[in-house]
């Protein structure tokens, strides 16, 4: 059941906080968080998306950082400073609580630490360079850091890595770091076999390359080098790929005859004009029908729900949104659910969120269509700045209505 709390003149469920506090951040007392609870919990926040974000030495950054609500929400730890109207409160003995303009909301709780943020690979690479933590219990990790896409002068404009992080990578202010197969094995064997219990679901992805059989043959080639020296059987959960469509949609074979349980091509917004607009590379390099009739390979030759895509939440109108759900849930492909992070970085030079009816409409809908079609989203307890887990955790109870708040 969704927790609620006082918000305004009124009550918000906990998704309705994670939609806040994914978009306005919160003013986070940093130094007093990493004091109490550095050497036990994950408490390493993520500030604003811009330079301040990625220091030039990686190897002190601890990422990701998120924290779950009682109910077992998990949000993610996003520093927006004084910029944020909720702050992070610590009292003087227990868990942090958050408040809104003065108002306590609820307690919150940080993971346990992991030694994977502790850890370097053989060849020296810490872990967190490219190895991270999401929600509870999914290990992800990026195999590739480019994007043909914005090196060609055509990234996806809600995209930070592909617009200001092409250029701070280009500055040296990022040190990006592209892992050998072999790298990312021994980050899974220390993940899955040494911390045994405390991971649970797979992640790879990566920057994306044009052609006609995009990374998959390097993806491949990464899971089969962890069957090797892990063994597959060792994830107890699933193994998700997020790439790019290849403009040969049979390249994909390769992966899943590798393991891979599940791949996401991700479409970003489903209306044509505005997914040209947004998704300009996409659009010319591959194209927009070719990109669905790739996710549409994957369902005819793997099987129903195999394919995902992700969709960002509050880019597009909410029945252009809808549309898409409903079209790739009705073809076993399973849409992901995103929530667009404004912040500093104006889309169409658009920065005002849809508001909380937006998400609350969605989430509602889109737990119809997922019952309806039998579309699981993957990761147990859902990731921090993604609602596609948490509709479908609840979705008996938002298909009802029980869910409604003031």
């Not at 307690?107 to 991270?132: C, M, N, V, Y």
């Not at 849409?335 to 889309?347: A, K, M, R, S, Y």
Request: aromatic letters at 10%; hydrophobic letters at 35%; glycine letters at 8%.
């Amino acid at each position: 059941m969704l927790a609620s709390y006082p918000y305004e003149n009124g009550t918000i469920d906990s998704l309705d906080l994670k939609v806040l506090l994914v978009t306005q951040g919160l003013d986070i007392p940093v130094d007093e968080v990493v004091a109490r609870f550095g050497e036990s919990h994950r408490v390493r926040p993520i500030v604003s998306r811009g330079a301040r974000s990625y220091q030039p030495d990686l190897e002190t950054i601890l990422l990701p950082e998120a924290f779950r609500l009682p109910d077992g929400t998990v949000i993610e730890m996003l520093n927006r400073g004084e910029a944020s109207p909720f702050k992070m409160r610590l009292p003087g003995t227990g868990w942090p609580v958050i408040e809104h303009r003065g108002q306590e909301l609820t307690e919150i709780h940080f993971f346990p630490r992991s030694t994977l943020f502790d850890r370097r690979t053989s060849t020296g690479t810490p872990f967190p360079k490219f190895a991270q933590l999401h929600g509870a219990d999914t290990l992800w990790m990026t195999y590739y850091s480019e994007c043909d896409f914005a090196d060609r002068g055509k990234p996806c404009l809600f995209c930070f890595r592909g617009t200001k992080g092409r250029a701070l990578g280009k500055q040296g202010t990022i040190k990006w770091h592209d892992p050998t197969p072999e790298e990312m094995a021994e980050v899974v064997e220390h993940a899955f076999v040494a911390e045994e219990g405390s991971t649970w679901d797979m992640t790879i992805t990566g920057g994306s390359r044009i052609g006609d059989g995009g990374e998959c043959a390097h993806v491949a080639r990464i899971i089969s080098t962890i069957d090797e020296r892990v063994g597959l059987d060792r994830i107890p959960g699933e193994i998700s790929v997020l790439m790019s469509a290849p403009r040969d949609p049979s390249a994909v074979d390769e992966v899943f005859e590798a393991g891979a349980d599940r791949v996401s091509y991700d479409l970003e917004v489903w209306n044509p004009d505005l997914f040209a607009k947004i998704c300009p590379g996409k659009a010319s390099f591959v194209g927009r029908d070719e990109w669905i009739a790739a996710l549409e390979y994957i369902r005819k030759t793997q099987g129903h729900q195999k394919a995902c895509s992700i969709f960002v939440a509050g880019l597009e109108p909410l029945e252009d949104l809808l549309e898409g759900c409903e079209y790739l849930c009705s073809r076993g492909i399973v849409p992901l659910l995103d929530i667009w992070q404004t912040g500093e970085h104006p889309v169409l030079d658009r920065t005002a969120q849809p508001g909380l009816e937006y998400y609350r409409e969605l989430r509602r809908r889109v737990a119809e269509l997922y019952e309806k079609y039998s579309c699981e989203p993957q990761g147990r307890s859902g990731y921090s700045r993604c609602i596609c887990r948490d509709t479908w955790n609840h979705r008996e109870a938002l298909q009802a209505g029980t869910d409604r708040v003031a």
